[in-house]
């Protein structure tokens, strides 16, 4: 069974960072590809980052990126998210998801941790 378990959220003033971890077990993460996703109250679930398993090759959302960089440690099979210049629009609750494929739909990611807090206060 295919568990992933997000941490490291939690409140921190604009323009601080925040590092996320989802540890996963029941699936090799070199072997498959990984995301983070996040939602915020009211709007839908949005693409963050993506990392192919068997590259490393990374891919992000229009938003973030260049403030956060996923990354993945093999050894632990743990992805992380690297959150820095934090804005208040960046509150939601962060998912990290698994999927075969390479994507940024939220449909094509078959496991999903519970989700992890983050608040970015102004």
């Known amino acids: 069974q295919v568990q992933l378990v997000e941490s490291g959220g939690g409140l921190v003033q604009a323009g601080g960072s925040l590092r996320l971890s989802c540890a996963a077990s029941?699936?090799?993460?070199?072997?498959?590809?990984m995301g983070w996703f996040r939602q915020a109250p009211g709007k839908e679930r949005e693409f963050v980052a993506g990392?192919?398993?068997?590259?490393?090759?990374?891919y992000y959302g229009d938003d973030p990126k260049g403030r956060f960089t996923i990354s993945e440690d093999f050894a632990k099979n743990q992805v992380f998210l690297q959150m820095s210049s934090l804005k208040p629009e960046d509150t939601a609750v962060y998912y990290c998801?698994?999927?075969?494929?390479?994507?940024?739909?939220?449909?094509?990611?078959?496991?999903w941790g519970q989700g992890t807090q983050v608040t970015v206060s102004s």
């Open positions: 029941g699936r090799t993460l070199r072997y498959y590809n």
């Open positions: 990392i192919i398993g068997s590259t490393e090759t990374t």
């Open positions: 998801a698994s999927s075969a494929h390479a994507s940024r739909r939220a449909n094509e990611y078959d496991y």
